[in-house]
Every structure is written in C-alpha cells, then in structure tokens.
C-alpha cells in the first residue's frame, strides 16, 4: 500500500525541541521530494519545509526558519523534521506529503499522511 | 510574497446543487501551478486538482477546475453528501502558498 505514516509527536514545554518521523512505504521514496505541512487547531494549511530528492535543496517557512530542519535517510524511507526552540505558536498537526514526480521542482502535493500531533505548553 | 484569498469562506448549500469556490492571487500565476486540496473533517488533505484543471487520480468528474491569471475557479457541479469539506487551493512551482480556505456545509 502507498503510504506516509507520521510518529513522533507530543506535548513540548516551550524552548524544547522535538523530532518528527514520516516513513514511507509502497513507492520509490528517493525519487520523490518531500514536504511537512503543519494546521493549527482550527486554521487552515500552513507549508512548513520542502526538500527534493536527493537534499540538495531544502525550504523553509520564515515562521520556522532556524529553527527547524528537515531532512530524509532514503535508504530507510523516512523523512524527518528536526523542531527546536518551540514555541507556542508552533501547536498544530503536523503533516508529511510527496510531491509529485514530474522532473520539475516544487509540485503538488499528490499523498499526505494522517498527520502527527505537536503541543507546545 | 503571495498571497491567495478564497471566496467565501463559507458555503451552505443542498445536496445536489452546485458549488463554485473562487482562489485569488495576489500575483499572476501559471496554469501549470495552480491545484486545489479537500480536507474532510479529521482528515489529512486529499489532492483534488492540480495544473488548474487536471483532476487528480480516483476524483470524479463532478470536480471541475478553471482560471488564468489571478483568478482560479473549483466547481462542483451536484454535490455530494461525501463533498461537504473543506477545501484549499494552492500555488505551487516556485514556492508553496495555501489559500486560507473555503468550508462547504449543508445547508
């Protein structure tokens, strides 16, 4: 089955830091760029960090920037998004999505996991 | 830095009827980089249509999408009952930007 699974949520004291896993499976995941998207309790969609492939290139929101870090292990399908410094603010859903494979940068999302929960308090 | 605005932000209509959900731009985009997401309640989002009028895989063609420019168009021509979400558009290709969303509800 084609799949994300997200894991690695929980509730933070602000200032900590902590590590969101999305594990890939039923698709080559290394030809794939990835993204973490993030929804705080009732607002809409906010894209958090993108990297391609192969990590050469990596984004970030200028909400999260320096303080977050993505980043994948493709031989173990996984993506990861490393949060340090939270904050409040930072309290959301947390979600993994491929990007389409069209050999151009930046797609749509076309898979998403079902999202891991991030508290900061 | 751009910016999408979804109108409106909500929309109660009846099963059967038709939906039309509108994404502005606050810089021209391409039709190449112009899709549309559903998040139905407790759920992760679902691509919809991407390329402004391309449906994504599994979607049924009461889903349409049209646009050029600034102002981008998702239309569903009977909705429904599975159809009441919420949906977002976003541009894509040169960076990431969600609209803020429009909810379709049962009237």
């Known amino acids: 089955e084609v799949q994300l699974v997200e894991s690695g949520g929980g509730l933070v004291q602000p200032g900590g830091s902590l590590r969101l896993s999305c594990a890939a499976s039923g698709f080559t995941f290394s030809t794939h760029e990835m993204n973490w998207i993030r929804q705080a309790p009732g607002k809409g969609l906010e894209w958090v960090s993108y990297?391609?492939?192969?990590?050469?290139?990596?984004y970030y929101a200028d909400s999260v920037k320096g303080r977050f870090t993505i980043s994948r292990d493709n031989a173990k399908n996984t993506l990861y998004l490393q949060m340090d410094s939270l904050r409040v603010e930072d309290t959301a859903v947390y979600y993994c999505?491929?990007?389409?494979?069209?050999?151009?940068?930046?797609?749509?999302?076309?898979?998403w996991g079902q999202g891991t929960t991030v508290t900061v308090s | 830095e751009i910016v999408l605005t979804q109108s409106p932000g909500t929309l109660s209509l009846s099963p059967g009827e038709r939906a039309t959900l509108s994404c502005r731009t606050s810089?021209?985009?391409?039709?190449?980089?112009l899709a549309w997401y559903q998040q139905k309640s407790g759920q992760a989002p679902r691509l919809l249509m991407y390329g402004t009028s391309n449906r994504a895989a599994g979607i049924p063609d009461r889903f349409s999408g049209s646009g050029s420019g600034t102002d981008f168009t998702l239309t569903i021509s009977r909705l429904e009952p599975e159809d009441f979400a919420v949906y977002y558009c976003?541009?894509?290709?040169?960076?990431?930007?969600f609209g803020g969303g429009t909810k379709v509800e049962i009237k």
């Open positions: 990297t391609t492939s192969s990590s050469s290139t990596r």
């Open positions: 976003q541009r894509y290709g040169s960076s990431l930007t």
């Open positions: 999505a491929r990007g389409g494979n069209t050999g151009y940068p930046l797609n749509a999302f076309d898979l």
């Open positions: 810089q021209s985009v391409s039709t190449s980089y």
